[in-house]
């Protein structure tokens, strides 16, 4: 596709806190650990217990439902924790690493040689499965559907999104191998979404096998959602596959090495870090390996695993999430200023032109996680139009879910959508509700009532 896709709705929020261009081999981690909580929909059953020894790729637990699916262990090590919360609900596994890492074995081989079945079986055995994600529901991928399409955004929009194309400027190889692998397991497009607004790595420029798409505009641009629904909208029936460029190229490692290579590459940024960079550790580590001795120590602030629209909150002795690329570091929203939102400033970031900050576009913020107001009824204010891109009505859609109308649900594009598509929505409501919670529940709803 050669023409240029031009997103006009959306917001890009510039924030302070860009992470610098250099990468840092980030500290070995005391602990890791994999989160049953990062995986929606996932009923866990262990095949460990405490003190067990296991290798990178040893398997940690599987889905009840779908055993096939399995998840394992980013390092060679002990396992240390087995830690649960309400109703013994599994939270994370967690491992001491051994100083050398020993692999599981799952045979090296080219992806162009192998079928569908085997490539499917390989992904499976080794763990790596959970990367691929399926529209809709936003769930791990089913491996016995064919999707019609495989989707992988190769930029990210969001407020101090990593940069792929610095990122992964060296690990062509590795993307082409998972490409082939990819190729396999749909009769469809492989659709490869990259930023017009400057040269794209070569990494990503010099696969083979995909379609090359051009976004620009504000975020949500570099949304997968939003890209699908420019360039293959979903049906009710089809189903496409999503795959992190990150993950592209772990897939790619499995049949070069025939080991689960758990290396991942992570952002540190946010206004609160003293020297925001791009750090080379391990999935799962301890968010302390990477932020120790790097944050600022006046006042409370909150670490987030991901951005600071759709990420979790995290302990500082927490673990980064699965399939985040970012850590985000910000001024925690315990304090309260006089007059609230009546008081001017420059300082003050907002969608209207309530502050005269407007008249700076570029300029970068500090904001912190207050909410400036309570929770009110939902109000229609069309704000949400003004930020979501996608040929849907968003405020419909939303209350189609809180009366749980199956049937209007589905004309008003629920199979289109995930949480992330909303969270633009959910930062410029005045009204403070959790939309991206309502999304979900929408999506849980209709992934039971139509399996």
Known sequence: MSEIIKIKKGLTINLKGKAEKIFVKAKPAGLYAV???????????????????????????FDKYRPEIKFTSPVSGTVVQINRGERRKIMEVVIEPDETIVYEDFTAGDPSQLDAKDITGKILSSGLWPVIRQRPYNLIANPSDKPKAIFISAFDT??????????????????????????????????????????????????????????????????????????????????????????????????????????????????????????????????????????????????????????????????????????????????????????????????????????????????????????????????????????????????AIIIEDIELMENLGIYEVAEEDFALCEFVDTSKTDIQEIIRKGLDLMHKEMN
Request: aromatic share 12%; net charge positive.
């Open 35 to 61: 989160k049953p909580t990062d995986f929606h929909g996932l009923i866990p059953k262990l095949c460990v217990k405490v003190d067990d020894r296991v290798k990178a790729g040893s398997p940690l637990f």
């Open 158 to 399: 969001a407020p101090l999104a990593p940069d792929y194309d610095f990122m992964l400027k060296d690990y062509g190889k590795e993307f082409q191998s998972g490409i082939d692998a990819l190729h396999k397991l749909t009769a469809g497009k492989i659709h490869l979404n990259i930023d017009s607004t400057y040269p794209a790595s070569s990494t990503f420029m010099g696969a083979k096998g995909v379609q090359i798409n051009k976004f620009r505009g504000p975020h949500p641009a570099g949304n997968v959602g939003t890209q699908i629904h420019y360039i293959d909208p979903i049906n009710k029936g089809e189903v496409v596959w999503v795959v992190s460029p990150q993950d592209v190229i772990a897939i790619g490692r499995l049949f070069q090495t025939g080991h689960y290579d758990a290396s991942r590459i992570i952002a540190l940024t946010g206004s609160e870090v003293k020297a925001p960079k791009y750090f080379k550790t391990l999935s799962g580590a301890c968010v302390r390996s990477i932020t120790d001795n790097n944050v600022r120590e006046e006042g409370n602030i909150r670490y987030i695993s991901g951005n600071v629209l759709t990420g979790t909150k995290v302990a500082a002795n927490n673990f980064i999430g699965y399939y985040d690329s970012q850590l985000t570091v910000i001024p925690e929203g315990d304090k309260y200023e006089f007059m609230g939102w009546l008081a001017p400033g420059l300082n003050k970031f907002s969608l209207s032109r309530t502050f005269f900050s407007w008249l700076m576009p570029n300029k970068e913020y500090v904001i912190n996680t207050n909410l400036k107001g309570g929770k009110r009824a939902l109000m229609i204010t069309g704000n949400f139009e003004r930020v979501f891109p996608m040929n849907i009505y968003p405020m419909q859609l939303i209350k």
